[in-house]
């Protein structure tokens, strides 16, 4: 950790792939608060070709708000020179295209499997995975032709549990020595080797005067354990090495700060950390979603152990890539009105063109949130094998069809937080994620987690106090139901008895959303009863008191069972009950 003395303020540039955000940080009587906010275009591209010219217009813009003078002589001011200028300059970066990796191993179930997980962990993309496949013979000169034609940034070399298989590891090995030859010398990718621990040496050795070589532990030590973080932490580095410090206007950036880039789903991904420190539960994770323009990023908490996983599609980039790997259908039916399927596709690309455009109709509204709840199911899609929760309460709920308990869930990425409606995010998050049991919903209005996790990395306590000054806002408290019975039948009995007023006695019906008003900042008691049928962590048909918080749209009871009845195709009972669900949140 970098320590920086005598920190009165702070200023985060967050260069993300459509909008650059400056944020300051400013010491107020006893704790950290943001205290202004600017967003310009990212100038990482054409015409300017420079990300050090966003951040420049960015800081121009917030010195007309804050009445102080923050960029003079070409380059942010710091140290802080009595009024003018800040203390330290933060900066936060995805503004780059991701790394282009080769996998190679042995077991496609195993070892492979593994490396899939690692890559997922940063901004990366699989272009080819080699692998025996069972074959007698080892196909080398196919190895190596595709290593050349894929011309990866990197070659993740995994296989073998310490101690176990040799020749074959030393087989693949020889294939990617083989196409490294045949590239020039500055295009060689550079090797992780996460495989046998035995074979480290003459990995080392064949590879090492080729091309750059990485030993790191095996990802599959042992045929029941998975060990993934040195691995995703080698690919890291790599991707800030190759990416990060040669994007376009890097060297002025990097003169203007003496701290350290920082990526930002590791920045996000501490405040995710951070919260689960705070609140302590060992029986419940934490989930922060950061849906973005080009990634969608998703940043858990286990037992204290962390989890980060970049899904390299987001609400503007790479749609028409997805459409074509998953479905146009899967789009269509979260759109509450008839929408044919060309119309959809030319929004899609419509957006792929302009990135920054900022959905105008209601249908517009809903094709854009249509994209977040599918981003979201990908994404998890991928994040859910790589979480270990196994030996702990995180899942009573006896089925793998449904999430682990998450409290609270962190709501953050342009691609969300600008819908119009608080209440139009929250739904989005319940249909994408479809959390179980009591959660609450917390959004990042400012989009400012990544900055403060970034700040936690030269002091966390200005990281913990900005958290504590309210940059999270909460949506509100959602009691899920796990379980099925008929339509309308009541499937919760609830007391709530708010501070100081009267209790109020209601019922949840299943197929739908309640809401019951809980302004931000109040709390109140619920007793809840559910029936039979429907589990909300505390056993099927079990309840109890507990104690819950209100937010922008109040307590939300969603009866609508789990795992979530989701359509292959929208009809008018299915989008009926869209429009109704949507009225019931306050879209």
């Not at 995805?94 to 962990?121: F, K, Y």
């Not at 420190?277 to 323009?293: F, K, P, S, T």
């Not at 292959?568 to 009950?577: E, F, N």
Request: with cysteine; aromatic share 4%; net charge negative.
């Amino acid at each position: 950790m970098t320590e920086v003395p005598s920190i009165e303020s702070v200023l985060v540039a967050d260069c993300g792939t459509v909008s650059t955000k400056l944020m300051l940080i400013e010491r107020v009587a006893d704790s950290y608060r943001f205290v202004a906010q600017t967003e310009t275009r990212t100038t990482g591209g054409a015409p300017w070709n420079d990300l050090s010219v966003g951040v420049a217009q960015a800081a121009q813009e917030l010195e007309g708000i804050t009445g102080r003078q923050l960029y003079a002589s070409g380059r942010i001011i710091t140290p802080r020179q009595d009024m003018d200028g800040v203390d330290a300059f933060v900066i936060t970066l995805n503004a780059v295209s991701p790394l282009r990796v080769v996998l190679a191993g042995l077991v496609e179930e195993m070892s492979l499997e593994s490396a899939r997980r690692a890559v997922a962990g940063t901004y990366a993309t699989i272009e080819a995975a080699l692998s025996r496949h069972g074959a007698l013979r080892s196909p080398q000169e196919t190895w190596a032709r595709t290593i050349r034609d894929s011309a990866p940034d990197v070659v993740l070399l995994v296989g073998g549990v310490d101690g176990g298989a040799r020749r074959p590891v030393i087989e693949l090995a020889e294939a990617i020595a083989l196409a490294a030859s045949m590239l020039e010398k500055d295009h060689r990718p550079s090797v992780v080797y996460a495989g046998n621990a035995a074979l480290r040496s003459q990995i080392a050795k064949l590879l090492g005067d080729i091309t750059r070589v990485v030993i790191v532990d095996n990802v599959h030590p042992g045929a029941e354990t998975e060990h993934l973080g040195p691995a995703q932490s080698a690919l890291e580095q790599v991707y800030v090495e190759n990416r990060l410090r040669v994007a376009p206007g890097v060297e002025a950036l990097s003169a203007w700060s003496r701290l350290p880039f920082v990526p930002v789903a590791n920045a996000f991904s501490r405040v995710v950390d951070f919260l689960w420190h705070r609140e302590g539960n060992m029986d419940r994770g934490v989930l922060g979603v950061d849906v973005g323009a080009a990634t969608t990023t998703m940043a858990a908490a286990f037992g204290g152990r962390s989890y980060i996983n970049v899904y390299n599609h987001g609400t503007a980039s790479g749609l028409v890539d997805w459409v074509q790997a998953h479905s146009l259908d899967d789009l269509l039916r979260w759109i509450p009105e008839p929408l044919d399927a060309d119309s959809l596709l030319a929004m899609l690309h419509n957006t792929e063109l302009l990135p920054s455009t900022v959905p105008q109709s209601p249908l517009e509204v809903s094709v854009a949130l249509a994209v977040v709840r599918e981003m979201l199911r990908s994404a998890l899609d991928i994040a859910r094998p790589s979480w270990d929760i196994t030996g702990a309460n995180f899942a009573p709920f006896g089925s793998r069809e449904v999430m682990p308990r998450l409290d609270p869930i962190v709501i953050s990425g342009g691609g969300i937080v600008h819908t119009p409606r608080p209440g139009q995010a929250l739904l989005a998050v319940l249909d994408g994620v479809q959390p179980v049991g009591i959660s609450t919903l917390l959004l990042d209005v400012n989009r400012a987690a990544p900055a403060i996790g970034a700040v936690a990395g030269i002091r966390p306590l200005i990281a913990a106090s900005a958290l504590e000054a309210g940059a999270l806002v909460s949506l509100g408290t959602v009691i899920s139901l796990v379980g099925q019975t008929k339509p309308g039948e009541t499937a919760l009995r609830l007391r709530i008895r708010y501070d100081g007023g009267r209790p109020l006695d209601v019922e949840a019906h299943y197929g739908e959303l309640e809401i019951w008003p809980l302004p931000v900042g109040q709390r109140a008691t619920l007793e809840i009863r559910p029936h039979r049928h429907f589990d909300i962590g505390m056993g099927p048909g079990q309840g109890g008191k507990v104690e819950v918080l209100g937010g922008l749209v109040g307590l939300i009871v969603d009866a609508r069972g789990r795992p979530l009845a989701l359509p292959r195709k929208a009809d008018q009972g299915w989008m009926r009950a869209l429009k109704r669900w949507t009225l019931d949140v306050g879209g």
